[in-house]
Nanobody
Framework: QVQLVESGGGLVQAGGSLRLSCAAS????????MGWYRQAPGKQRELVAR???????DYSDSVKGRFTISRDNAKNTVYLQMNNLKPEDTAVYYC?????????WGQGTQVTVSS
């Protein structure tokens, strides 16, 4: 049973920064394509950043140039550095492997950006 625990969210003013962490247990993230997702109220969950096992990164257009995904395989943790945050970034953020067979979702971490 894989467990994902997200942390690091909070309330921040527009233009501010946050760093999210996702600690995994029960499986090695180094073997998987990992992603950060977010779900805003009334909207579907969307993938905003992903990182391959080899370190290649991709971003949605809405966060490109502002967010950076990284991983520490030794700590079995994935990070999301979020800079120049905007009110439209407000959402619950989750991590998971990018696969048709996702792991069970964690509780997520709330990010709220005030204008």
């Amino acid at each position: 049973q894989v467990q994902l625990v997200e942390s690091g969210g909070g309330l921040v003013q527009a233009g501010g920064s946050l760093r999210l962490s996702c600690a995994a247990s029960g499986s090695r993230i180094s073997l998987n394509f990992m992603g950060w997702y977010r779900q805003a109220p009334g909207k579907q969950r969307e993938l905003v950043a992903r990182i391959s096992s080899g370190g290649r990164t991709d971003y949605s257009d809405s966060v490109k140039g502002r967010f950076t995904i990284s991983r520490d395989n030794a700590k079995n943790t994935v990070y999301l550095q979020m800079n120049n945050l905007k009110p439209e970034d407000t959402a619950v953020y989750y991590c998971n492997k990018v696969s048709s067979k996702e792991w069970s979702w964690g509780q997520g971490t709330q990010v709220t950006v005030s204008s």
